[in-house]
Nanobody, 126 residues
């Protein structure tokens, strides 16, 4: 069982940066592939980024590639999403998710993940 708690959201101007954190409970955190998703009002939840359980493999959606960086700290049971060059279209509730995985597979669909955080709001003003 894994519990996830996101933090770090807020209001930022276009071009600015934010770093989201996702703190995970559970002693087997390092066996889970982690992902970030987002959901804007009236839209479906969409994939943002994912990172393997060892942190050596990552994947990003085309819309954030080159601007966002996903990372994890196994000692702190925390995964991060560094968001740079933010745009108004990045405005959404951002969710952290976890799926148990023994190897590297790109999990980019929300229904592939077993555990979810409550979400944190990111608002980018123009």
């Amino acid at each position: 069982q894994v519990q996830l708690v996101e933090s770090g959201g807020g209001l930022v101007q276009a071009g600015g940066s934010l770093r989201l954190s996702c703190a995970a409970s559970g002693r087997t955190f390092n066996t889970y592939t982690m992902g970030w998703f987002r959901q804007a009002p009236g839209k479906e939840r969409e994939f943002v980024a994912t990172i393997s359980w060892r942190g050596g493999n990552t994947d990003y959606s085309n819309s954030v590639k080159g601007r966002f960086i996903i990372s994890r700290d196994g000692a702190k049971n925390t995964v991060y999403l560094q968001m740079n060059s933010l745009k108004p279209e990045d405005t959404a509730v951002y969710y952290c998710a976890a799926v148990r995985s023994s190897g590297w597979v790109i999990f980019s669909q929300s229904n592939q993940y077993d555990y979810w955080g409550q979400g944190t709001q990111v608002t980018v003003s123009s």
